[in-house]
Structures are given as C-alpha cells and as structure tokens.
C-alpha cells in the first residue's frame, strides 16, 4: 500500500477557530454524566443532548432534538452540501458512556480534569476516548462551519445518539425502524473507532480506519434444577450444571479465520516492520504488536467470555436456578460456528437465550472516501499511512448497514506511541492527549469539507 495519492490531493485548509474550543467543549461534555447502564436507570442521554442543541443553535443552526425515551434524547442536524444531487454523508457519535467506579480512579471520572501523562498533557474523564472527543471535534467543525458560512461538497448529516453502549437499541436501531427521514440520501457513515494512530517507528505511523466490525452474542446461560437444603444430597445442582457449562465456554479456543480487513493491515505492518507477523501464529505476531496486540488479537478469531453470574440466596440453600452471562463476538462470516460451538458447550441441563445479538460486517478498503481519509492525515502528519482494520467490539454502525450505507470508524487522533490506547475504551483513568483532539479537529475538518 502506497500513499502517493494522499500526498498529492489538497484539501481545504481546517478552520482555526475550531481547533480552538474543541478541547473545552470535549471537558463541558465530559462533565455532563450519562453513564449508560443497561437497563434504564441511569442518567440518560437529555443533559448532554440539550447542551449539543444549544451550542449548535448558538451559530444559527436549526438541530432537531428528538426522544428515544425517559431521558434518552438526541440531536440530528443536516448540513446542506453544495452538490445536493450526491448522496449525503452520515457523521454520527452517540453521547452516552458506560458507568465509572470513582473509587477506582486517579482523578474524578467527570470533573474532565487536565494532568501530564507519558509527557503531554491529557483530559481525563468517562467518555474522553469513547467517544465525548469525537462528540467534541463533530462539535468544533460543525460549529466553525457555520461562523464561517462554511459549506461542505454534500450534504453531511450530524447525528448524536443515545445507548450506543447497551446496542444502540434506545438509539440508532430506533431510529433506523421509525425515522427513516433522517437517512435520506445517505450512502456512507463515518463514527468510531478508527483514525488513530500506531507508532511503528519515527518517520512512520499508522493510522487505522475501521472497515469492520465483529459481531455480538451477549447470552444469558439458565439451569434448572432441584431446591433443596444445603446439607442433603443433590444430584440436580443448578449451579454445579451452570458453572460446569460456563467452565467449558470459557474454555473454547475458536480457530484462527483473517478476513480481508485483518489480512491487509498484518501486509502493511509487515512491509512497515520488516517483521513476519503471521496471523496462524497469533502468540509469535502479538507479541511483535505491543501495545496495539489488544485491539488487534481479538480480530483473528471468534472469542467467548463468561462475564456474569448469579444464583441462590442463601448459603444452606440449594437453588431452583442459576443464571450466567457471556460475551460472545464473531467475525464476519463465522457466526455460525461461533454459536455451533457454544451449544455445543452447554450441555443437557444449560440454555441459552440472547441479551443482545447483532451483526457483523464488513466493507472494502477503497474509494474516494478513503482516499480523502488519508489524505487529510497526511495534510497534518507527513509520517502517516491510512491502513484498514476490524474492531473487535461493536459500534452504532451495525444499524446503519442495515439500510445500505457503507460505513467507516474515523474519528482521528494522534497518540502517543506508549499510550496503551484500547485499555482506555471502559477502562479505569480514560484519558485523551489535548494535542490529539486538535489534531483530529483539524484532520476531521479538512476531511468532512472535502468528501
């Protein structure tokens, strides 16, 4: 892969006075809480959606903000293009967060506090990486655009999205079935996570665009059996059948499969390198990964965690039932032998049913789209090098493929080479480099105008 026709496309100059108020919009959003629990309980989604309507109203802009739910709104905006005849581009981020233990962490999780790390200065809080910055840098362009009368070459639909991390179904799987005037024209999606970069050596990064994702198998494990008292025989233990099931599911060692996305970033990492990093050994080329072996292992096979478990209520008690959870991704083209291999695990005495179950999916790496992409980052990094990758979690994504649109994770940041950048998503202390947040503005901006 060569990056010849990224040196040679000009884009537009990025705007100044975005980069400027990016990094406080970033900490005013951060601030905002909207953990996400699950189950409805949380904050919710209106705080933060009713702060995005009205820094765009500021501008003269007109955003719609609509209900998904108690407390679970969202923004949409649609800026017109100067070519309305081209199929419009989808920009969307969600506003939601998983929740944070402040016990846990270093500073306050939403007092969106500066303090030096690995020698720059970072925002810290829930939400800095996933993905109030990308919220905040959608914030900044969009914004600078309309200061500026700024209009992009189509039309660019914003959308800021509630529950994104419980499956977007309170969010973009809703709006999808019942606001389907929203997608009009679209064709192409650009969200998380992809843009950022990965050091291979000073005069070269990477930067990874996502062009697909695994799909998702949240499951719910029941066993059945006899109640009883603790101290008699029991040959119908709901929880020794449930944990003997959950003890083979984690226990699953799913065979190695390199989709076309996974295959193309080894070659290029490998052309970089020097290094033979063979995707059927997956210890040897991990190993030669650093950092980014984390977000990187997980796209070479189907994986399977127990991550929950429940049962009984009290200790000389034998219960009637008992309940797991796992966490099941599978890569494109292999579900079945994800839940083939599962069911197979169960055994006689254990079902399954799904908490949440979505798709995989896929697209090539190819295309003006692309091009642009990497055009604009190596308008601000001369080192850089667009390159394709599989995210193993699951984004928004996932509900506007269903519509037809082609989607892409772009949300550029330039990081550290020590910043252990996947710990972050969900992650204790997240933290986002103040640098990378001007930096993705400026790439965001001259990308969005262009495409």
């Keep these: 892969m060569t990056d010849t026709s990224a040196a040679a496309t000009v884009l ?54 609509f209900s998904c739910g108690p407390r679970r709104d969202g923004v949409v905006v649609r800026i017109p293009g100067r070519d309305r005849s081209r199929g419009a581009l989808l920009l969307h981020v969600h506003l939601d967060v ?36 990308m919220c905040a840098m959608t914030l900044a362009t969009v914004r600078s655009w309309a200061r500026g009368g700024v209009s992009p070459e189509r039309d660019v639909v914003v959308l800021f999205l509630p529950d994104e991390e419980a499956g977007g179904w309170v969010g973009s799987h809703q709006l999808v079935e019942h606001r389907r005037d929203i997608f009009e024209g679209v064709t192409e999606a650009v969200g998380e996570v992809g843009g ?13 665009v996502q062009t697909a994702e695994k799909g998702i198998g949240w499951l719910r494990l029941k066993a059945a059996g006899r109640a009883g008292h603790g ?5 119908d233990n709901a929880v020794t059948a449930l944990c003997e099931a959950v003890a083979r599911i984690g226990a699953i060692d799913y065979p190695v499969h390199v989709t076309p996305a996974v295959r193309d970033f080894l070659a290029v990492l490998s052309d970089a390198t020097g290094a033979q990093l063979d995707p059927d050994d997956i210890e040897g080329t991990l190993a030669k990964l650093g950092p980014m072996a984390r977000l990187v292992g997980a796209t070479l096979k189907n994986t399977v965690n127990p991550t929950m478990l429940s049962a009984g209520y009290k200790a000389n008690v034998i219960p009637g039932s008992a309940e797991a959870a796992v966490d099941m991704r599978f890569l494109p083209g292999y579900e079945e032998e994800a839940f083939a291999r599962i069911d197979e695990a169960l055994g006689d005495k254990v079902v399954r049913e799904f908490i949440n179950h979505d798709i995989a999916l896929e697209t ?40 037809g649109i082609r989607c892409y994770g772009f949300a550029p940041l330039q990081l550290p ?24 503005t400026r790439v965001l901006g001259r990308f969005l105008r262009a495409v």
């Design 98 to 133: 998983v929740p944070a233990q402040a016990d846990d962490w270093t500073v306050p999780p939403f007092a969106a506090e500066t303090a030096e790390d690995l020698g720059v200065e970072m925002l810290w809080g829930r939400g800095a990486v996933d993905m109030k910055d």
């Design 364 to 403: 090539t790496f190819d295309g003006p789209s692309i091009d642009l992409m990497a055009a604009a980052l190596k308008a601000e990094d001369e080192h850089a090098v667009a390159v394709p990758y599989m995210l193993s979690g699951g984004t928004d994504a996932k509900a506007f493929s269903t519509l």
């Design 417 to 440: 080479p020590a910043l252990d950048f996947g710990a972050l998503f969900h992650g204790v202390d997240e933290r986002v480099p103040v640098d990378a947040l001007r930096f993705g």
């Design 196 to 208: 950022f970069s990965m050091t291979v050596r000073d005069d070269l990064r990477l930067y990874l």
């Design 12 to 65: 537009p100059e990025p705007l100044p006075d975005a980069e400027a108020e990016v990094v406080d919009l970033c900490a005013e959003l951060i601030r905002i809480d909207s953990s996400n629990f699950g189950d409805g309980s949380g904050p919710g989604e209106a705080e933060a959606a009713a702060y995005v309507a009205e820094r765009l109203r500021e501008v003269g802009l007109d955003p719609e903000v």
């Design 231 to 235: 101290s008699m025989l029991n040959d």
